[in-house]
């Protein structure tokens, strides 16, 4: 398996059509997005645009739906939820469809919605992802962060080096890491894996977060390693399911 890792999905290289992406949004979109889908979501459908998501979610019953989103860090007016994972409570979302859009992360997964394989993850599900790779064995794995309105992202780059180092663990022999952006990523990985919320903390987003008010619930539950087992996957363009 390839492994590339790209910082936002502006950076994937014009005309590749990734076999199998994963895309990532630690602060905080796939890491909702995990736990939503693990306390019982229908789905989660995301949106690059606000006026799709109300237009698509108005055809969905009101009882069944919740509009999920942020724009800056901030709960957009009007939505039942803002973007925090440690709000999609199994009691609000069991059963209900998530209609969600966030300034990056979603615009990410629009930008890939045509992968062949799909997938979310952040930290709470790296193993659960990983190991689903690893019985998939596809032949080129694009990694793909979400960034901050187009440029890097501490947080994404750090769970893509726990990814990679997780794939290079159990399979070193059919791994191959083939960019400089995957080799970085796995050295910050082997710098902060013991300090993860240190890291997002300390990154540019993280210090956003802290000046919108407290988000220390949503540090300590984006910065899990590995808890949950769900695997985001896109059954239809831009609908993401448990698998
Ligand atoms: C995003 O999509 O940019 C983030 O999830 C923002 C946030 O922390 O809500």
Known sequence: MDLSY??????????????????????????????????????????????????????????????????????????????????????????KRLFMSTTNGTRSLDVVRNAGTLYTMALPNRRAVAERLLCEMPNQLCIIGSGWEGTYSLEDSLAAGALAAFLLDKASNSVEIVNDELTAALALWD????????????????????????????????????????????VEVGVLSAS
Do not use: Y
């Open 6 to 95: 790209f910082h936002v999905a502006g950076d994937v290289p014009k005309g590749l059509e990734p076999e199998t992406a994963v895309v990532i949004d630690v602060l905080r979109a796939t890491t909702t997005i995990a736990w939503a889908l693990h306390n019982g979501a229908e789905a989660v459908e995301t949106f690059a645009d606000l006026e799709q998501l109300k237009k698509k979610s108005h055809e969905w019953p009101q009882d069944s739906r919740l509009l999920v989103g942020e724009r800056g860090g901030k709960r957009i007016e009007g939505f039942d939820l803002g973007n925090s994972p440690v709000d999609v409570l199994p009691s609000l979302v069991r059963g």
């Open 191 to 234: 710098k902060w894996k013991e300090d993860r919320e240190g890291c997002l903390r300390l990154a540019s987003h993280g210090r956003r977060l802290i000046g919108l008010g407290d988000h220390d619930a949503d540090f300590k539950c984006c910065s899990e390693l590995d808890q949950i087992d769900v695997v985001p996957f896109q």
